[in-house]
């Protein structure tokens, strides 16, 4: 249903466009679980609407639904980019619901989380198919960037010749390596910051004007 | 349904680790969905799936989709897969160069296994080491 609904919109916008000349672009955060990805999404929004896209959290799959906020005006050096940010639940290829547990939920809502996590990624997965023009992929810079499903999820926007830029992100913790990521995706460029001290927001805002606008 | 947690001991031997080795050949004769549920049933029966030749960045995305819809917390305990593939990562000097190259081969050899059964113990360019384990 949802599915549908999404196609049904896709070309109402894509017929849309063909007769405006263009709406904002839609820019998809994407990354593994507890990145910092709502984190982000919520100080661009901050930054630049005054309120915010979801809750954050350190337990992982927080967010399990693909949460928009539209016109997103970004000004930069007297000119002006207008995007939709999309953040998204966190993209893994396993959930165990037993990992909530740890976390002090009770197995009820776990097993809830759990399902709610499924459909989100699959949601999200869909999406980065169809529904995004550009994809900020956020890595928490303290983390391994080597891992398969980062690969797969760069492999897959790559695929879509999607705009993306690698986000370093927590790089106001010690064991955060920017190099660590750049050495990981030296085809792409790669930017640091700090999405909750907010650190570099201003290289952040011009890369997102240089790229997505 | 009952909560199963445990292995089934159905039709699948509880002895020993299943590893279905799956030619190129054989996959390229196959849809996308075809290839997607010839991996996933292997899974789902507890085995560990070999690709020879690993799948398209769409198919991985379709993969993913699949495997989450069919996580049933609650339900036979499938948890998800597993996966690794080389060359490892997409932005390592293979993948660039390979791209230089105008070589869009996606990576080759790929084993996925249930989540819940294998753990990547190391992995660089030149091996992936893993541990599977009986239940
Ligand atoms: N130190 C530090 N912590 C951060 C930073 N950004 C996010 N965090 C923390 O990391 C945790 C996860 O942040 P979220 O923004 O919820 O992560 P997410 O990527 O949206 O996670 P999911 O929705 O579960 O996929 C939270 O505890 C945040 O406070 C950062 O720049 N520095
Ligand atoms: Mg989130």
Redesign the interface.
Known sequence: MGILTDLRSSISRATSSLFTGGEPKRIGIYGPPNAGKTTLANRIARDWTGDAVGPESHVPHETRRARRKENVEIKRNGKSVTIDVVDTPG???????KEFLEHDIEKED??RR??EA??G??EA??W??EDVDGVIYVLDATEDP?T?VN??L???I???DLPVLIFANKIDLDEASVQRVS??????ETVPLSALEGDNMDEVYDKIAEYFG | MAEVTTDDGGETPTEGIQIDMISADRMDGLRTMEKIRLILDGVHDDNIVILESGL???E???L??????E?N??GDGF???????YP?????DN??LG?LMGNDEPNTLTVIGP??RIETLH?DETLISTLVTRQ
């Open positions: 993209v893994t290829t396993k959930v165990d619901y776990a097993v759990s399902r499924t459909e990624v699959a997965m869909h980065l198919r080597f398969q690969t797969m760069v492999g897959i790559e695929s879509q050495n990981a995706f030296p085809q792409h | 398209q960045p769409e991985e995305s379709k993913i989709e699949r495997t989450m819809t996580i917390p609650d948890t998800g897969i597993e996966i690794e593939s490892g990562g997409s932005g390592g993948g660039f791209r989540a819940d992995k």
